[in-house]
């Protein structure tokens, strides 16, 4: 089992990114989309002047596979503060992911101003970790072997045939090799396994359409304290907002996404 910095790790080879996607990022047969978005982020950061990305929008196309893709990252404008690139994931001559990421510069500093208090939940131990082999479950979910993801009590109903109308979950987040999270890594815990359609009882595969995330500051070591909860399903769409607090209660990274759903 791969590291998260060795399954997003890329080499650069004739002005392009080379990575080998890892099977184990993965839901289902579909490699995650934090994870995917992890590696444009991983090329544009070797690229950029600037260390840490601040904020990123994903377009997903189509799904690769596991195995070699590349990435090409182009300079879109750098600045002084903050520099913009485009980057583009592709497999056998087709794109499959394309990003527009701003990079600068995080610290761990306590906020100016702040109305995004860490939410209230289970202690960790009381919550229930998401097996990668549910009984019952259409597939598996490699992921959650490498994401140790335990999951709120209180949304679990949709496990016994309850769903919950809530639309939100709550979950702790730590990744399974002990390592500490990281701007890149954020990126996956912003992208949380099970979605709010399946808490609804809606079951299947739910693929994210469109997807920006703000990186907010470094995390402190530990685990995440990540919410996430939807406004609307409408024409076989679901808006998704996700919110990552660290150990100190500041807010770390925050995304949107917009996911097709069959319902």
């Known amino acids: 089992m791969k590291t998260f910095a060795e399954a997003t790790a890329v080499i650069e080879r004739d002005g392009s990114f080379v990575a080998e996607l890892d099977p184990q990022w993965a839901v289902g047969d579909k490699l995650h989309g934090g994870y995917l978005m992890a590696v444009l982020g991983r090329a544009v950061?070797?690229?950029?002047?600037?260390?840490?990305?601040?904020?990123?929008?994903?377009?997903?196309?189509?799904?690769?596979?596991?195995?070699?893709?590349?990435?090409?990252?182009?300079?879109?404008?750098?600045?002084?503060?903050?520099?913009?690139?485009?980057a583009t994931l592709a497999q056998d001559g087709q794109v499959c992911a394309e990003a527009l990421v701003t990079q600068g510069g995080l610290d761990d500093a306590e906020p100016w101003w702040s109305a995004a208090p860490?939410?209230?939940?289970?202690?960790?131990?009381?919550?229930v970790r998401l097996p990668s082999v549910a009984p019952g479950?259409?597939?598996?979910?490699?992921?959650?072997d490498v994401v140790e993801h335990r999951l709120d009590p209180s949304v679990l109903g949709?496990?016994?045939?309850?769903?919950?109308?809530?639309?939100?979950?709550?979950?702790?987040?730590?990744?399974?090799?002990?390592?500490?999270?990281?701007?890149?890594?954020l990126l996956v815990a912003l992208d949380l396994a099970p979605p709010i359609s399946l808490t609804l009882g809606v079951t299947g595969w739910a693929?994210?359409?469109?997807?920006?995330?703000?990186?907010?500051?470094?995390?402190?070591?530990?685990?995440?304290?990540?919410?996430?909860?939807?406004?609307?399903?409408?024409?076989?769409?679901?808006?998704?907002?996700?919110l990552a607090w660290d150990t100190k209660g500041?807010?770390?990274?925050?995304?949107?996404?917009?996911?097709?759903?069959?319902?």
């Not at 596979?65 to 879109?76: I, K, S, Y």
């Not at 809530?166 to 890594?185: E, F, H």
């Not at 990274?253 to 069959?262: D, K, N, P, S, V």
């Open 45 to 86: 950061s070797v690229a950029a002047g600037h260390e840490h990305p601040v904020a990123i929008t994903t377009s997903f196309l189509r799904p690769p596979t596991p195995g070699e893709a590349t990435v090409d990252v182009v300079t879109l404008r750098e600045g002084r503060t903050t520099s913009q690139y485009r």
């Open 118 to 127: 860490p939410p209230e939940l289970p202690p960790e131990e009381e919550c």
């Open 137 to 144: 479950a259409p597939f598996v979910v490699p992921l959650l």
């Open 158 to 185: 949709f496990a016994v045939g309850q769903p919950s109308k809530a639309g939100r979950t709550g979950a702790w987040l730590r990744l399974a090799d002990g390592a500490d999270w990281d701007p890149l890594s």
């Open 207 to 242: 693929p994210t359409i469109t997807f920006t995330a703000y990186l907010r500051r470094l995390p402190a070591p530990g685990p995440l304290r990540v919410t996430m909860r939807a406004a609307e399903i409408t024409s076989g769409r679901m808006d998704e907002t996700a």
């Open 250 to 263: 500041n807010l770390v990274a925050q995304a949107t996404q917009l996911a097709a759903i069959r319902h």
